[in-house]
């Protein structure tokens, strides 16, 4: 298994680009959330999913919007980059709910947008 | 889920056990105690988790007192490799619906 993956693993964007981070996991997990994490600080999430489907917010959505058409995927859209939005993005992923719910994290993204 | 206070830093020598406390006064009866590490530059990784008795594994032993109120999560012999930030969370075992919530957690220093 690769576990869980995300690409690209570092990209630079101008203020007002958009684009979409990606996020895959081959372990049949049914949750599979989004965080970013700020330099010295804890991880904050910003969207979830329980399944195919079903999305919700996390603590600092703004900004961002998911969508979750397939299990495996997850991808993460910055719509209009802005600079507050500079820092690393981790995927994770875990089973389905009423089990045993240890979370998988992917390597991180690192974005920085001009 | 509960709310949990850890010590901000830690240092800890290479070879010795690293014992990071976690307080976690309003716990309740079905709630877990999870601790997770994040290595600098990658993403966070499981460690262990317990309910109410003592577990351990091939990475670490954690201690939960009887009141539940409090943890310690021990590494018994640090290397330098253990240098993380090691975050403690409770939350119910069947949480899967709602979001891993990271605080600040303790940073962990092993010196050589």
């Known amino acids: 298994n690769a576990g869980v993956t995300q690409t690209p693993k570092f990209q630079v964007l101008k203020t007002g680009q958009s684009m979409t981070l990606q996020c895959a996991q081959d372990?049949?997990?049914?949750?599979m959330s989004w965080y970013r994490q700020d330099p010295g600080m804890g991880l904050r999430l910003i969207h979830y999913s329980v399944g195919a489907g079903i999305t919700d917010q996390g603590e600092v959505p703004n900004g961002y919007n998911v969508s979750r058409s397939t299990t495996e995927d997850f991808p993460l859209r910055l719509l209009s980059a802005a600079p507050s939005q500079t820092s690393v993005y981790f995927c994770?992923?875990?089973?389905?709910?009423?089990?045993?719910?240890?979370?998988?994290f992917g390597p991180g993204t690192r974005l920085t947008v001009l | 889920d509960a709310k949990t206070t850890q010590p901000t830093s830690m240092d800890c020598a290479e070879g010795r056990a690293a014992n990071l406390p976690c307080n976690h006064s309003t716990i309740s009866g079905n709630e877990y105690v999870y601790w997770y590490r994040q290595i600098h530059s990658q993403g966070p990784q499981y460690i262990i988790h317990g309910l109410k008795n003592n577990e351990t594994n091939e990475m670490a032993s954690l201690i939960i007192t009887e009141d539940r109120k409090s943890s310690t999560l021990i590494l018994p012999h640090a290397t330098l490799r253990d240098t993380a930030v090691y975050y403690c969370i409770v939350r119910t075992r069947n949480s899967g619906n709602t979001p891993l919530v990271f605080g600040k957690g303790t940073r962990l220093s092993v010196i050589a």
């Open positions: 994770a992923s875990s089973y389905a709910p009423g089990q045993y719910n240890e979370q998988f």
């Open positions: 372990m049949n997990h049914e949750y």
